[in-house]
Nanobody, 121 residues
C-alpha cells in the first residue's frame, strides 16, 4: 500500500502564489510518474500537471506557463508551484502517483485525499 500526504493548499488572492507538496510513502520500488489533478464543484476532474521518472512534464492548457511541477530528484516527494493564480483555479487538488511495489511488478495508481485551493478576486 502507498500513502500520500498532501499539503500547501489554502486561500490566496487573485494573482497570488501557492506551493503544493505531495509526499509518498509505503511499498514503492519505483515511481513511474506523479501528477496533480483538480476538481471544481460541478466539474469533472482534470489534469493539472504530471511528471515522469525521466523528468518529462505535461501541463493542462489552462495552467501552462503559470504552474510548475517538480520532484525531489529520485525521491518520492513532488511539488506544484502555482503562480499568477486566478479565481477559476479554485478547486480541490489531488496528488496521483503511479508506482511499482516491487521489481517486475505492474504499476498501480494511488490518490491523495485532496487539498483545497481557493483563489478570491
Amino acid at each position: 500500500q502507498v500513502q500520500l500526504v498532501e499539503s500547501g493548499g489554502g486561500q490566496v488572492q487573485d494573482g497570488g502564489s501557492l506551493r503544493l507538496s505531495c509526499a509518498a510513502s509505503g511499498r514503492i520500488f519505483f515511481m513511474d510518474a506523479m501528477g496533480w489533478y483538480r476538481q471544481a464543484p460541478g466539474k469533472q476532474r482534470e489534469l493539472v500537471a504530471s511528471i515522469t521518472a525521466g523528468g518529462r512534464t505535461d501541463y493542462g492548457e489552462s495552467v501552462d506557463g503559470r504552474f510548475t511541477i517538480s520532484r525531489d530528484g529520485a525521491g518520492n516527494t513532488g511539488y506544484l508551484q502555482m503562480n499568477r493564480l486566478k479565481p477559476e483555479d479554485t478547486a480541490v487538488y489531488y496528488c496521483n502517483v503511479r508506482v511499482r511495489p516491487q521489481i517486475g511488478a505492474q504499476s498501480y495508481d494511488f490518490w491523495g485525499q485532496g487539498t483545497q485551493v481557493t483563489v478570491s478576486s
